[in-house]
């Protein structure tokens, strides 16, 4: 095996990770083991004796699952959607930070699909979804989507991948077994690396329609049927926002976590997470004048079924979360976001965890509250998760966390070969491009 | 093709709920354990809602059986995602239960919240299996549920009627709710057949339907209870 | 070019049609078969319970003693769903919720296996009521039985056994009486009590000892007072199919008014509720009488020629007694009335007047449902109302139930009253003498006080008098004095715990029975039970029982039940009605019609014409009746001391003077007044005797009234047992399985009290922890328990759940100015505080 020089140069702090493993990645490791094998037990619990041992009843239906379904869906929209974009306008800070987003929303697919299983009272029948499928529910509209997503993220995830596998290949002194067939025989050679760029390019711009409509749908899941506060017009676009919203923050969460274990204070600066703060606070912003105007429509035109709904978040029984929500959600966040002094790596950091929190309690409190005012009169109704819903929600995040952290013991979290790109070329072609903005600029010679 | 309806008179209705037993005792609909009902678990495919209303001494206090209503434009069958839950040609919303995957979208759908789910394996303690209907399948965990019709009993008429060479009359198929009612005060036939009683009673001044506004066409139809109007 | 086929013609046209259409449709029904196969085989995957041949079964329902015809469908040997017997004249198809439920009572998991009997461990560890059972076969049981009653028998003191039986009307207690006769004990008590105050009414104001019956459907007009009729009053799915008629689309709708404390199910489907003061009904009554009589109103002629005691008369001493009239007009103004009832004056003129105009106008009440007897003079207001508007013997009214063929001819059971047995030991509900009191009150007291004689033996059928009685701890006292007891039970209850020897009885389904008229149906009529399903484990019914121990006991016993079988008594009874020679057996509405012609017209052409074809016919339709009544037969109807419809009624007279002579005293003319005509007897400490009322004058301690009541799924409190009817047990509230106390919510809140949180509920008696719920259908001083949950011992559904109202009661004196009818006021006489919990 050749060794070269510091090859890397740099760029050796990347694949450090893959080499050695600190005992504090053991710990973490134990105790996210220890998360999933609770969770599996519970799913055990719930195999054997049914739903039963949930909090769910008649006719509050949808519960914790859901809510994670819904909010595992949306946290995916940080990845491929950021990726997608910031390659398309070509803002360069993004070099450091697009692998950390592309694999956010590979893994987090799996779980939101997950959620739905562990939501479903027969998951053994799983396949009649492709026996008998009915192609007017949005149900199955999210099972194409979510399945084309998770094919088109894979495939965009891979190929910025390749170069870095065959880096690895090259210098990762093992797993060479696993890092051969998958460099797919990378030589670095102008032709590949035309040919990449084009797919590459071309994938950016599919994946943003297919993350669209991926978010589209699942909020059609609700959107589409008559109940109150459901039923909305702005579902679509509003949970698009709201996805993007918190995938955002759970980006930052994720960077700022790598930054400190694997020491990338020099990938991931200070910038990029101003650049994320900035985009987190529109993205504030716009859910906040989203969900302003979804209540205020709905205040105004007083039906008594939707205001029944409207008054149990806004003063009855789900005020706390609903309040809780705006709070960590808008107020918390732009009061950090929106002054620079704050709007640091920890401040960030802060606001995103705020967001996320706050993001989950949107979703429980769109599923919830709807299903707990029937139009009908009903008795008393009350939802309490159990022990078995909190601990597979529980298992979900510490496996995914687990699966991340096994993503960065396999491959580089940042992609080597665009910073070394970046370093290489950026500086110039920006330069170019800056000045064919500018009037009376000289086309550009190169 | 009939269409089958139902007409349930408020005037005549006693609130007793004989329906309500007798649908349990006809589909083999499981008894929730007393905890799980108090948990909101309670299985029944007909219920008996009351509405509240007014001050003393001036209360009202009303009750409306509730079957599933066998919407014309259902909600809930568009969100099936397997095709579970259909409406046959004659107007009955079916459920498969062997193909539901339980994911319960149809009993969010449905704005009467008249569809149940099997939250545990449906158990029925000692020898009460012996009293299980043979015409209507055992449901297991994790499947959803509700008002069939006693479809059923629709099969058992038409083979019948069928075998003795004549076409199906008004009262050879009537669910088990229709059946009991001890104050006679359900009707079931065919809506489209101008002969009819429950077509007759649906073009009835005192007709409402639940939630008409939502567009969903429900062939279950009430009489209001309407008023006294004798001498004072 | 045309094809000849046999001289029909086929054009190539109309063949090519033809297989045109037959392919495509053929194409066609391809595509169907595919997705129909599809289907076919998810349906085949579906699980089915074990099919086989069908039987039906017709049977009479003994759930309550409505009496509703049955018909069991069975698939192979199981029974799979009751449903109602469309040819039966009480129910014709409909079944009640409590019908509906009764598989679950016939496969219960808790049912008695095997005669059990108390441990011989048992005394020594605490005594009865400790459950520790020993199993013994039907053998030893019988022995042990026979042996305790030769004992009693040959000591002579066979008088002390007594019968304390839940049984409705029919072949068993007939069997029962000849029995008890047979071995010397006149002692057959039957619950629920012999004293409702509706049966005690009708002895002492009509002269009668047959129940009161009444022409429902026809009536344009019903004023109850608190009568639920929608919740098992009478005979429930008949009472329904009533209301059912009033509120018939075609033709006017009759007129429901429910005078109530509480919103109960009836009051919500009546056309008007009139929320009235607790034990307040007879005041209202009268008051409507007297806006009746006071605006002239009445029906003068049949007042004249039909009753007596309306105006003043003087009896054969010279003495002059005030009648009806006069009372009511002295005292029952309307504001005095309105005062005390809570009914506002325009309200009492309203009712009043609707009644008189809206004829034929029933008044019904005072009793409230099957358990709860009312009162003997709310009974007699309410009657006299009837009386007022002449509305007997005629469509719509009130009529007598007509006596029927004696089928128990053979039996030779005749009534007698203490009198015509000198020299024998009286019986000690006074031979149902509707002043004899309630026959748990009767039994406790001649055990515990050894008064007239002690209970040397006490057999209980399908009775769970330990729930029920208001004076519990003292009833299981009593229980403790009597040394041997034997309970005939399907589950066990609150009673069994206290019995020496358990015997399994099977559920009616599993029983041959020949029941009589139901309750308020004014027709003779005879339905038959048969067993649906051989009976169960090792049930035996208490019939066959008797008929074994007969043999065991030998001589005269065995001489006077010469069966084997209860069978063959039903059979023999139900053949006795052939002797009769007149009725028709059950059939349909168009075949009642024409029998009721026939009958009209003098004809007789029945269905059968042997015994023997009587008894097939009888057991393929459920049963015989008289499809006819004859409205006029005033003699029958009135046979008072005067022959007519007495408001002062003589036979109470008779009894004053009797004790006035017992007492060497003259008899107290005022008090006479009172106890002879309908009067409103106050609950709570306005009378002159408030000895007997421990709650008097305590509204500042305990500020509300008590108010249990029956509801329709829990019946006479076998409900609990059954989960399809634990589960529909407080519709308006959504409320199942658990007991819930009902408060107005302005009172609730005045205490602090949330709706669903829990509070304690306590008399001067005992305390209770329940779950308040605020109900706006109540008078704000009321709090209402629902009766039949809150067994101390039970089945799995039914143990442990719930609160029993019964215990919060306050066990009062008898107040000795109100005969023990009056024991339908014990219900409503206690008074309790709510707090926080």
Redesign the interface.
Same mark, same amino acid.
């Given at each position: 095996m050749e060794r070269h020089d510091n090859p890397l140069g740099p760029e050796e702090v990347l694949i450090r990770p893959i080499q050695q493993t600190t005992s504090q990645f053991y710990r973490v490791l134990a105790v996210l083991l220890f998360l999933g094998a609770l969770s599996i037990f519970a799913w055990i619990q719930q195999l054997k004796d049914g739903l039963v041992v949930t909090g769910m009843n008649v006719p509050v239906y949808w519960g914790v699952y859901i809510t994670n379904f819904v909010f595992f869906i949306g946290i995916s929209h940080a990845g491929t959607l950021i990726s997608a974009i910031l390659r398309l306008v070509q803002a360069e800070w993004r070099r450091s930070i697009t692998r950390a987003a592309e694999v956010i929303t590979v893994l987090v697919l799996f779980f939101g699909a997950g959620s739905v299983i562990m939501d479903l009272g027969r998951p053994d029948r799983l396949l009649n979804v492709l026996r008998?499928p009915n192609f007017r529910s949005p149900l199955l509209w999210d099972v194409c989507s979510i399945t084309v997503y998770l094919t088109a993220s894979t495939i965009y995830l891979y190929l910025p991948l390749i170069p870095d596998i065959a880096i690895l290949r090259d210098h990762a002194g093992k797993r060479t077994w696993l890092y051969r067939p998958l460099a797919l025989g990378w030589r670095g050679t102008e032709k590949q690396k035309r040919l990449l760029e084009r797919a590459i390019a071309v994938m950016a711009v599919l994946v943003i329609p297919i993350a669209v409509s991926v978010h589209t749908v699942v909020s059609w899941v609700f959107a589409m049927t008559v109940q109150p506060m459901w039923h909305s017009t702005i579902f679509g676009p509003y949970f698009v926002v709201g996805a993007i919203f918190s995938g955002i923050a759970s980006l930052i969460i994720a960077m700022a976590i790598i930054r400190r274990m694997y020491h990338l204070e020099n990938y991931l600066k200070p910038v990029h997470f101003n650049n994320l703060g900035l985009l987190l606070l529109v993205m504030s912003l716009l859910w906040f004048y989203f969900t302003f105007a979804e209540f205020l429509t709905t205040f105004y035109g007083a039906e008594p079924a939707h205001l029944a709904v409207f008054y149990s978040k806004v003063t009855g029984r789900f005020a706390p979360i609903f309040w809780t929500m705006v709070v960590t959600c808008f107020l918390i966040p732009v009061a950090i976001l929106a002054r620079g002094k704050t709007r640091t790596v920890a401040g960030t950091v802060v606001a995103s965890a705020f967001v996320n929190v706050g993001m989950w309690l949107e979703r429980f409190a769109i599923v919830v509250p709807t299903l707990s005012m029937p139009r009908l009169p009903?008795?008393?109704i009350i939802y309490h998760p159990t022990w078995v819903e909190l601990a597979i929600t529980a298992g979900f995040f510490a496996t995914f966390i687990l699966l991340y952290m096994g993503f960065t013991k396999l491959f580089p979290i940042v992609s080597i070969w665009e910073v070394q790109e970046g370093r290489q070329k950026s500086l110039r072609e920006v330069e170019e491009r800056v000045k064919t903005y500018l009037p009376g600029a000289e086309p550009a010679t190169e | 093709m009939p269409r089958w309806g139902m007409v349930i008179?408020l005037?005549?209705?006693?609130?007793?709920?004989?329906c309500?037993?007798?649908c349990?005792?006809?589909n083999?609909v499981p008894?929730?354990e007393?905890d799980e009902?108090?948990r909101g678990r309670?299985l029944?495919w007909i219920k008996?809602v009351?509405f509240?209303e *007014? +001050?003393?001494?001036h209360?009202?206090?009303?009750?409306l059986p509730l079957p599933c209503l066998h919407c014309d434009t259902p909600p809930c069958i568009k969100v099936c995602p397997v095709d579970a839950t259909n409406i046959t040609p004659e107007g009955i919303v079916r459920q498969?239960?062997?193909?539901c995957i339980g994911c319960r979208y149809c009993t969010n759908a449905c704005p009467y919240t008249v569809r149940v789910f099997n939250w545990r394996k449906p158990e029925w303690? *000692? +020898?009460?299996?012996?009293?299980?209907?043979?015409?209507?399948?055992?449901r297991?965990k994790g499947v959803v549920e509700k008002c069939t019709f006693c479809h059923h009993r629709l099969q058992k008429a038409k083979e019948e009627a069928r075998a003795q060479n004549r076409p199906l009359a008004e009262g050879d198929y009537v669910p088990?709710c229709v059946?009991?009612?001890?104050?006679?005060?359900m009707y079931f036939g065919d809506l489209d057949d101008p002969m009819s009683k429950v077509s007759e009673l649906s073009r009835?001044p005192r007709v409402f339907r639940l939630l008409e506004e939502l567009g969903t066409h429900p062939k279950v139809l009430y009489?209001a209870e309407?008023?006294?109007?004798?001498?004072? | 070019m045309k094809v000849r086929n046999g001289g029909i013609g086929v054009s190539r046209r109309n063949f090519l049609r033809f297989a045109a259409g037959a392919s495509a449709g053929t194409a066609a029904s391809g595509l169907t078969v595919k997705g129909m196969s599809?289907?076919a085989q998810?349906?085949a995957?579906?699980?089915?319970?074990?099919?086989?041949p069908e039987r039906w079964v017709a049977t009479t329902c003994q759930a309550c003693p409505g009496g509703c015809g049955l018909v069991v469908r069975c698939?192979g040997k199981?029974?799979?769903?009751?449903?109602?017997n469309p040819l039966h004249p009480v129910?014709r198809?409909?079944?009640?919720?409590k019908?509906?439920?009764a598989?679950?009572l016939?496969?219960?998991?808790?049912r008695l296996l095997e005669p059990l009997r108390q441990s011989r461990l048992a005394p020594i560890l605490s005594g009865r009521g400790s459950r520790r059972w020993e199993a013994l076969s039907w053998e030893e049981a019988l022995k042990l039985m026979s042996e305790k009653l030769q004992a009693i028998r040959q000591a002579g003191r066979s008088h002390g056994v007594a019968v304390l039986s839940g049984a409705r009307p029919g072949a068993m207690p007939d069997l029962w009486q000849r029995f008890l006769a047979a071995y010397g004990s006149p002692n057959y008590l039957s619950l629920p009590g012999t004293t409702d105050g509706s049966s005690a009414a009708a002895y002492f104001m009509q002269g009668v000892h047959e129940p009161l019956a009444y022409d429902l459907k026809n009536a344009?007009?019903v004023l109850s007072f608190g009568a639920n009729l929608?919740?098992g009053w009478g005979s429930?799915?008949h009472l329904?199919?009533a209301?059912?008629a009033w509120?018939?689309?075609e033709g006017?709708?009759?007129?429901l008014v429910q005078v109530s404390p509480r919103?109960s199910?009836t009051a919500?489907?009546a056309?008007e509720?009139v929320?009235i003061r607790v034990g307040t009904e007879a005041a209202l009554a009268l008051g409507i009488a007297y806006v009746l009589i006071s605006e002239g109103r009445v029906d003068a002629n049949f007042l004249a020629q039909h009753t007596f005691g309306f105006d003043d008369w003087t009896d054969t001493s010279g003495q002059r007694h005030a009648g009806f009239r006069t009372l009511v007009l002295r005292d029952y103004r309307l504001n005095e009335v309105a005062e005390l009832t809570g009914v506002p004056v325009e309200t009492i003129l309203?009712l009043g007047?609707?009644f008189a105009?809206?004829p034929p106008a029933l008044a019904l009440g005072d009793k409230p449902g099957s358990v709860q007897p009312g009162t003997l003079y709310g009974s007699m207001a309410v009657e006299s109302l009837n009386a007022l508007m002449g509305n007997f013997e005629q469509p719509g009214g009130v009529l007598l139930q007509p006596e029927g063929p004696r089928t128990a001819g053979w039996l030779g059971v005749r009534h007698h009253s203490a009198g015509e047995q000198a020299g024998r030991p009286p019986a000690l509900d006074g031979s149902r003498s509707p002043l004899a009191g309630d026959a748990a009150d009767v039994l406790a007291e001649a055990a515990l006080e050894g008064k007239p004689y002690p209970i040397e033996a006490l057999i209980l059928h399908d009775a769970n008098p330990v729930y029920l009685a208001p004076d519990r701890d003292r009833f299981i006292a009593a229980l403790a004095k009597i040394p041997f007891i034997v309970d005939f039970a399907t589950l066990p209850d609150d009673t069994t715990d206290f019995a020496d020897l358990l015997l399994p009885a099977p559920t009616f389904l599993e029983t041959w029975d020949l029941s009589g008229t139901p309750p308020v149906v004014p027709r003779a009529l005879r339905g038959l039970s048969q067993p649906v399903v051989p009976a169960r484990h090792g049930s035996r019914h208490p019939g066959d029982v008797i008929l074994a121990l007969a043999k065991r006991l030998g001589g005269p016993l065995a001489g006077a039940l010469p069966f084997d079988r209860f069978e063959q008594v039903v059979k023999r009874s139900a053949q006795d009605i052939f002797s009769a020679q007149r009725g028709y057996l059950f059939g349909t509405q168009l075949e009642e019609v024409w029998d009721k012609l026939l009958e009209k017209s003098g004809w007789w052409a029945p269905d059968y014409s042997t015994a023997d074809e009587l008894w097939q016919q009888m057991k393929e339709k459920g049963g015989w009746w008289d499809p006819a009544y004859h409205y006029g037969e005033w003699g029958r109807v009135f046979r008072t001391p005067s022959g007519k419809f007495e408001f002062f009624s003589q036979l109470l007279w008779r009894d004053i003077l009797a004790e006035a002579r017992s007492n060497a005293a003259k008899p107290d003319l005022v008090a006479a007044e009172r106890r002879c005509l309908p009067h409103f007897e106050p609950l709570f400490g306005a009378s002159a005797t408030d000895a007997g009322r421990p709650d008097a004058g305590n509204e500042a301690q305990f500020p509300f009234v008590l108010f249990p009541y029956e509801i329709?799924?829990l019946g006479e409190t076998r409900g609990a047992d059954l989960?399809?009817?634990?589960?529909?047990l407080g519709?308006?509230?959504?409320?199942?399985?658990?007991s819930w106390i009902e408060i107005?919510p302005?009172a609730a809140r005045r205490l602090g009290i949330e709706d669903?949180s829990w509070v304690w509920v306590e008399s001067s008696h005992r305390k209770a922890r329940m779950r308040a719920r605020w109900f706006?259908?109540?008078?704000?001083e009321v709090v209402a328990i629902p009766l039949g949950l809150g067994h101390r011992t039970g089945s799995?559904?039914s143990q442990g759940?719930g609160t029993n109202p019964c215990e919060l009661l306050v066990p009062g004196s008898r107040n000795p100015a109100e005969p023990p009818p009056g024991g339908g006021a014990r219900w409503f006489s206690t008074r309790v505080r709510i707090s926080r919990a």
């Open positions: 008998h009903w008795g008393k | 008179d005037a005549k209705c006693s609130g007793c709920q004989a309500v037993v007798a349990a005792a006809e083999n008894c929730a007393p009902a108090g309670a029944t008996v009351p509240v *007014g +001050e003393f001494p209360v009202k206090v009303r009750l498969i239960f062997s193909r303690p *000692g +020898e009460m299996d012996t009293a299980h209907n043979p015409d209507v399948s055992l297991p088990a059946e009991t009612c001890p104050t006679q005060a009835s009489l309407g008023e006294w109007s004798g001498k004072t | 599809s289907l998810a349906l995957e579906e699980k089915r319970p074990p099919g086989g698939v199981r029974a799979v769903k009751i449903l109602g129910n198809g409909g079944v009640c919720p019908g509906q439920a598989l679950q016939l496969y219960h998991p808790d344009s007009y929608l919740e429930p799915v329904m199919r209301f059912g509120r018939a689309a006017q709708r009759s007129k919103l199910v919500a489907k056309d509720w929320p309203r007047r609707e105009a809206n329709l799924p989960p399809f009817l634990q589960q529909i519709q308006h509230l959504f409320e199942r399985w658990e107005h302005e669903g706006l259908g109540l008078r704000p799995r559904w759940r």
